[in-house]
């Protein structure tokens, strides 16, 4: 179950005005997160969805403000790490230096994007990782001043992502290492009609490819 489900079913619970805290990572209220693998690359045009657009604060249908959390008595730490925790004391210590006691913790972790090592030269300039709203706004100044864009894809966030660069009007080629598009989700005929849907749409596909390594990065057609 999710955090932000968990949170919200407190609420109907009564079980978390004064007795609720989160800590997060980052600068944000819990937000849908598949919104930063699809809509959110679309062009300026299609008025793109930008926080606080799709925060998960309420169920479907209700209101997607902040304000929810405080309206409830949820008390929000954001841009936060836990550094310790002393399971005798039950408090943990974040990077910040906060000391917190708690009754119970529920370690809601998630995961953290697959990126390059430096020395394959993940960390040039032009190299984007979509994880959080923070960088999901890193690719769209290179979609804006880009004539080409390269996507690596190992599954299908990625094609979501070329899907909706396609409206940039880009030279844009998918880098693929299976023998078909999404080997491990799709038969060889669907992959073959999404094949055919995104080279109509100007995409080129390179199937059966690893990189090796990234040296530099050169705004040229693909």
Known sequence: MRLDTRVVLSVEHGMAYGRLCI???????????PTLTEAYSFT?????????????????????????????????????LVTNVDIEKQ???TNSGKLLKYGSIIAATGSTASKFSEKFG??????????????????VPSLVNSCSFLFLITFLLGMKVAAA???????IKIIFPDNYLLQRLFTPSLASRYDELYQENG???????????LEKLVLMDL
């Open 165 to 171: 660069a396609v409206g940039w009007k880009l030279n």
């Open 23 to 33: 800590l997060s990572k980052e600068a944000s209220a819990p937000y849908e997160r």
């Open 122 to 139: 993940g960390n040039l300039t032009g190299v984007n990782y979509i994880r959080d709203d923070a960088v999901a706004d890193s690719p």
């Open 44 to 80: 300026l045009d299609k008025k793109p969805p930008r926080l606080a657009g799709f925060h998960t604060c309420v169920v479907p249908g209700g209101e997607r403000q902040t304000d929810w959390y405080k309206e409830k008595g949820i008390e929000m730490f954001y841009e936060g």
């Open 91 to 93: 408090t943990f210590t």
């Open 203 to 213: 995409v080129k596909f390179l199937q059966g490819v690893s990189i090796k390594n």
